[in-house]
């Protein structure tokens, strides 16, 4: 119905971190916001009508005067300044908020109606002075390289939210927002409609009084005015009831969100901040920027029979008295109305001037709710089998209980779109009785030094650094003060010998430190690695030992601690066999344990008595049923009983497990098992 209520949207822009952008240059963020009417196929957008800055004042000085926040009316959209990105790991401050007005008609449930908000980075090269002096006063031209998209399913709620901007996998960066919203008025259409045969309220009221309309069915509809009257002012005490219902739902949400920011800054509200008499109603409705949305479709849409203003129009035959009341009601509403704009005028003011802090309390709220949701699809793993997991994912999946666990808010339509692509996670953690460690970190020193926290990474067979670069990014957004180390060096010799793969990666990352000049001691050091990359990690740990005091976490993906020896798969075997018959690639015979006569000099049994592993704290162990590559109990460093691979009367390669599995009881052990759902062909 062509009642609408009028929302007020504020969006903070606090910082934006690069990850990992692949040019130098300036950039800059435009963002635009709408909902859809699907019936019709039309996007309905927010109309942004005011920008500022947050920055201190010697900050905004320095800014060019052509380079501020600014709003794009012809495509509804704000766009901050410009921001050069020189360095990795830098981040820029932005502190720039822009506001937005939508309006939205009163249907059934419009309420739960989702609001699209589309983040756009763009990107233009730096330019040599010359190029700059003849470009004075022409409008710089960029290009947007990457997007980002997410649902808000409460904004006509009234929301508070924080929304983590990420950019995409080749221009990865991260642009912390927040955004707030609040109802602050309801508009109808201004002119009157005179009650005539098309009249849609007529035809509504027609059905009402149908025993009358059957009578005299030639009656004009003019003589049914009693009847039109008493039913509009029925409906208009309804109205009045649910509107102030919704004003004042809203009020509380406010109220509440002013209390619980003001006690995270520790401040109180400021007296008179939401006192009514402070507050014009009228400078409000005459506010351009309330009608500055779709005003010409807006006059074509026919008022409903609830129309505040036209219910005044048609109910002055009315008694005096129940007009006196509707107009108190009316203007009870309105001053409910202004006191939730008082209110709201209020909420932002902290924003304001508490911007920052209020940002880093709503990302901890999100990261605390995505992990609490992440923790539905992980199960704790008491099964002893591989088919007992397979077949409790495949139960869930058919079971189809992640499509009633909501909507996380907001939500990234790129990952968060469909709660079916997450995997299932069996995990099983393994503490030992007298688990133990020294931690050093209390120690006193006399002078202050910065400890690093490293992050080490290692492809897999035939692979190359951006094999795990997701996963660095990923860490970075987490640890973005931290150093990331991506071993490439042996990305063309993944046949050679394992054993000097490990040292070579050892040496790389000795020279890769020295570069940074870091010097002994770090904070900590993290390994992971993917495949082949597991064992090249193991194999680099005797040239790493003066770090072992400083080792804290193994994490590998799907390698073959136990080599490549036992497995299901014909194909995997004719495969290993042609590599051994025509190549002369040494870590095939190492991963087959075949390359010594004597079983016991083979690299693997070897690798299997150094204790370098007890240096770690955590030993994280990640598998997947699904793995048709590599062997699934090599994966775990474990011994399954329900296979029948052949290796029951190995006593050699028992005897390698078990040496593993019992340097493995001293310390804490994880391991995790992910099963997809797979699309059957």
């Known amino acids: 119905m062509p009642l609408r209520a009028v929302y007020d949207i504020f969006l903070h822009l606090d910082m934006f971190k690069n990850i990992d952008l692949l040019k130098r240059g300036l950039y800059q963020v435009r963002i635009n916001l709408y909902y859809e009417i699907p019936e019709i196929g039309t996007k309905i957008y927010a109309a942004p009508y005011f920008v500022g800055n947050l920055q201190k004042m010697n900050d905004i000085y320095n800014l060019e005067a052509s380079n501020i926040p600014i709003i794009m009316e012809d495509e509804y959209t704000f766009c901050s ?16 908020y822009a506001q937005f007005r939508i309006e939205v ?39 947007e390289i990457e997007s980002s998209k997410f649902i808000l399913y409460n904004l006509f709620q009234g929301c508070s939210n924080y929304i983590p901007a990420i950019f995409g996998e080749f221009f990865y960066s991260l642009l912390d ?53 008493q039913e509009l002012l029925k409906n208009s005490k309804n109205l009045q009831t649910e509107l102030n219902a919704i004003v004042k739902k809203f009020s509380i949400f406010i109220n509440k969100l002013i209390k619980k920011y003001s006690s995270i800054i520790n401040k109180k509200p400021e007296k008179n901040m939401t006192d009514p008499a402070l507050y014009s109603l009228n400078d409000f409705e005459n506010s351009a920027a309330l009608h500055a949305f779709d005003q010409k479709e807006f006059n ?42 008082m209110d709201y005028q209020a909420l932002i003011k902290i924003i304001i001037n508490n911007s920052h802090t209020i940002t880093r309390y709503q990302s901890s709220k999100y990261s605390e709710f995505c992990g609490n949701r992440i923790k539905d699809y992980i199960f704790d793993d008491h099964y002893s089998k591989r088919e007992e997991r397979m077949q ?17 808010n907001p939500t990234e339509i790129k990952l968060f779109d469909n709660l079916s692509d ?5 995990e099983k953690s393994e ?73 070579k990666m050892a040496k790389d990352l000795m020279k890769y430190l020295d570069d940074k000049g870091v010097n002994f001691p770090l904070l900590e050091i993290n390994f ?41 798969s014909k194909l995997l075997s004719a495969g290993m066999w042609i590599l051994k018959k025509f190549t002369n690639w040494n870590c095939i015979d190492q991963l087959r344990i075949t390359d010594n006569p004597n079983y016991k000099e083979c690299f693997l049994y070897k690798l299997s008595h150094s204790e370098n592993l007890l240096w770690f704290k955590n030993i994280i162990l990640v598998s997947s049923s699904q793995d048709s590559f590599v062997p699934y109990d090599s994966t775990r460093i474990e011994i399954s009983s329900s296979t029948n691979l052949g290796y029951e009367n190995d006593l050699e390669y028992l005897d390698m497990a078990q040496n593993l599995n019992n340097i493995l009881k001293k310390i804490k052990v994880v391991r995790l098992d992910v099963n997809f759902k797979l699309q059957k062909k």
């Not at 409790?392 to 996380?408: D, P, T, V």
């Not at 897999?460 to 795990?468: I, Q, R, V």
């Not at 680099?540 to 976490?553: G, I, Q, R, T, Y």
Request: net charge positive; aromatic share 14%; glycine share 4%.
């Open 300 to 341: 074509k849409v026919s008022l409903p029979k609830q129309s505040i203003k036209r219910l005044e129009h048609l109910l002055s035959n009315s008694n005096h008295k129940s007009k006196n009341k509707e107009n108190q009601k009316e203007n009870n509403l309105e001053s409910s109305l202004a006191k939730l704009y």
């Open 392 to 408: 409790l994912a495949e139960n869930f999946w058919k079971s189809k209980n992640y499509r009633f666990w909501g909507n996380i």
């Open 177 to 229: 927002c927040t955004i707030h919203s609040s109802l602050v008025q309801f508009i109808a259409k201004k002119n009157y409609i005179e009650i005539n045969e098309e009249n849609e309220v007529c035809k509504i009221v027609k059905t009402i009084a149908e025993p009358e309309v059957k009578k005299h069915p030639n009656r004009k509809m003019s003589k049914y005015q009693s009847i039109i009257n």
């Open 528 to 568: 992971f690695g993917h495949s082949l990359g597991g064992l090249v990690i193991r194999a680099a740990l005797p040239f790493l030992e003066k770090f072992k005091d400083v080792m804290n976490s193994l994490v590998t993906f799907g390698t073959p601690h136990l080599g490549m020896k036992y497995h299901n």
């Open 81 to 96: 300044r410009n921001f050069p990105i020189v360095y990795s790991s830098e981040t820029s401050n932005l502190s720039e």
């Open 431 to 503: 503490i030992p009785k007298f688990y133990y460690f020294q931690d050093n970190s209390s120690n006193i020193q006399t002078i202050p030094q910065k400890k690093h926290k490293l992050f080490v990474f290692c492809h897999g067979f035939k692979g190359s650094l951006y094999d795990l670069n997701l996963l660095k990014n990923n860490l970075a957004l987490l640890f973005f003060d931290s150093m990331f180390f991506l071993s490439a060096i042996d990305e063309n010799e993944c046949e050679s010998d394992i054993h000097k793969m490990g040292e």
């Open 105 to 143: 008609e009163m249907i059934n449930n419009f309420q739960n109606i989702p609001l699209f908000i589309t983040f756009y980075l763009y990107y233009r090269e730096f330019e040599s002075k010359a190029e700059n002096n003849n470009k004075i006063g022409q409008k710089l031209s960029f290009v």
């Open 422 to 426: 997450f995997p299932l996670i069996f």
